[in-house]
């Protein structure tokens, strides 16, 4: 247990959770890690997200800078669980999750869909049953979504790797 500056108490924990959160950031060791969070993805050469719910609005604000470098392109590559049933973003679906990605990754919603497995219908049910992503047309600004979930990307690792690249 510690005490803050403020004279509140908290427990020492390397989980943040609560409506605390802005102020168990900018103490240690978050700090630290909030401050090498730009850095690393500066030299990243491509963004994996991974169950992410692109909640974290102060982390997703350090993503765009670095998708519109001109120095280095990075293929965005998010690995997430959806239910069938869920739109597709090229049917210019709406919702929470899409719009917070959106904010993390910029994307122009009428470059998704690039695939074989172009959606008859408006849900993502094609891209599920062949293992497909639904992807962007962009190649200077790549996104590709994987809605099958994480168990079923890592029995698909190398389509994963060949997104990254």
């Known amino acids: 247990m510690d005490f803050t500056s ?4 908290h427990l020492n924990s390397t989980i943040i959770s609560g409506l605390d959160k802005a102020n168990q950031l900018l103490r240690a060791p978050f700090r630290q890690y909030y401050m090498k969070i730009d850095s690393l993805i500066n030299e990243s050469d491509a963004i994996l997200f991974i169950g992410y719910g692109f909640n ?22 998010v690995i997430d669980y959806a239910a069938d049933s869920t739109k597709s973003i090229q049917m210019r679906r709406d919702d929470d999750w899409l719009s917070r990605l959106f904010q993390a990754i910029p994307f122009n919603f009428y470059d998704m869909g690039i695939c074989k497995y172009l959606p008859k219908d408006e849900s993502i049910l094609k891209y599920k049953q062949n293992k497909a992503f639904e992807s962007s047309r962009n190649e200077k600004y790549p996104v590709s979504i994987w809605y099958n979930g994480f168990l079923e990307a890592c029995e698909n690792s190398e389509k994963i790797k060949n997104e990254l690249n």
């Not at 403020?6 to 108490?9: D, L, T």
């Open 6 to 9: 403020e004279g509140n108490y």
């Open 56 to 77: 974290d609005m102060h982390l997703n604000k350090t993503f765009p800078d670095h998708r519109y470098s001109p120095n280095k392109k990075r293929n965005a590559v």
